[in-house]
């Protein structure tokens, strides 16, 4: 299934997608629901982030083409973690499939997208076991961890680098019906293939992560797992569009802007 | 005003506090309420966190006396943030008034805890002054930041080392008629006074950590903002009651439980 949130009635719905049909539901997929009978075309709905997670999860350093881009651009020698710790984005940057990415005028060139997989968490969970800790998803959805590198290099947290309003577009749905080892996630700007990498390449997987995290923290349902990124991301500029697509799910399409 | 939120037939509900009667409201403080004229006293509802935050922003390092402790813990020279960087914690990690502070079995000794002021916020705000900050505040509550020790050096991030479930004792109400400069924190130990500190002695005070952060973020109502702790924590153990007193506030005490 392939499930949207959209705008209704100056609130925000649930809707399933069939194809370019919309039909919209009562409650929501993370408690009970019911189809309301409701169609329209895709394109009549503005869409919303597909989840306002309840906390907002996400992995750094995760693939080993991104930690050798690291240890490049910080001339460092290069470090692969060796535990999944998992780190937190804020849910102001978020901002829906088609909505504006908007650099802030003080922000250096250096902005870049990184193009992620999202966990959807379905279910409470605590003490997973990585047999069992896929139990608790949802579904999976797109994320772009657009990041300001000066200020990622100079504040003591990422509030700034990471967490700008607008810097974390999230969408365009959650698709339940995924084959984590099939997917592939290709970036592109402007229309141009900027990378491309097998999506279940990481050096911590879903399963691994859940595990892990779950020994100490619990897990609630519309809770997202941003899973990292790999390679070496490119600038984004004023009047650029970038896209994320990964294979099975959907593509992420957000415009850029730069304020004036 | 003082609100608190309880359960109330499976449910979350905001109540006003009168004294040692609480009385039930339709609604929630940051959208629209009405009183249901229903009271009961204090003592027969179960207190929740006052509020479950979108975003839970928390400041480290805000003190002169808890810089020179970490200065001397870590040994490394003490180091004045120059600019207020906002920092996260997670909302699995609350719990309220009265709950039990459960420590894993496999941490260390160094499990501590850290009085701080609460910031609640009231209303939507971006590019505030630090003149008209405090307009966006809907009040004040009290946190307690457990932290431990061995884990916050270890990991690249702080997700055990103080969002462990149960690590973010918070509240017991949201007082929204506070003078800041009257506000003096004390942390008990088992009624023992273990540190008492101006609380509004900040190095960067309320406002201007709202005005920074809303350079960049949006706030929306029920957003938290923690304002980091003064002085040398001691540890906590199984058995210990740790009370955080905020004058003018109230008092946050919870057990504390080491898991077998």
């Not at 959209?6 to 370019?20: C, P, Q, R």
């Not at 709905?45 to 995760?62: E, H, Q």
């Not at 060796?82 to 250096?110: Q, S």
Request: hydrophobic fraction near 40%; glycine fraction near 10%; charge should be negative.
């Amino acid at each position: 299934m392939r499930w949207i949130r959209f705008e209704e009635n100056e609130t925000a719905s649930f809707g399933l997608v069939e194809g370019e049909t919309v039909e919209s539901v009562t409650g929501s997929p993370f408690d009970r629901w019911e189809k309301t009978g409701i169609k329209r075309p895709m394109a009549a709905v503005r869409l919303l982030p597909p989840v306002m997670p309840r906390t907002f999860y996400a992995c750094g350093l995760n693939y080993g083409g991104h930690l050798k881009e690291v240890a490049i651009a910080t001339g460092t020698p290069m470090k692969a973690p060796t535990t999944p710790d998992i780190g937190y984005r804020a849910t102001n940057a978020l901002i829906a499939h088609g909505e504006t990415i908007v650099i802030p005028r003080d922000a250096g060139e250096k902005v870049q997208y990184e193009g992620e997989l999202v966990v959807v968490i379905g279910k409470k969970a605590k003490h997973l076991t990585v047999e069992n800790a896929l139990s608790c998803v949802f579904g999976y959805t797109i994320g772009n961890d657009v990041s300001e590198r000066s200020w990622q290099g100079k504040d003591r947290t990422f509030w700034r680098a990471k967490n700008t309003d607008t810097f974390k577009p999230m969408g365009p749905w959650i698709e339940t019906d995924v084959d984590l080892d099939a997917l592939v996630t290709t970036v592109r700007l402007n229309g141009k293939a900027m990378i491309e990498f097998p999506t279940n390449a990481m050096l911590f997987g879903v399963a691994t992560y859940l595990a892990t995290m779950t020994r100490y923290l619990t897990l609630h349902p519309g809770d997202v797992v941003w899973m990292g990124t790999d390679g070496d991301p490119a600038n984004i500029k004023h009047g650029d569009i970038v896209e994320v697509e990964i294979s099975g799910i959907g593509v992420l399409r957000n415009p850029v802007r730069r304020e004036s």
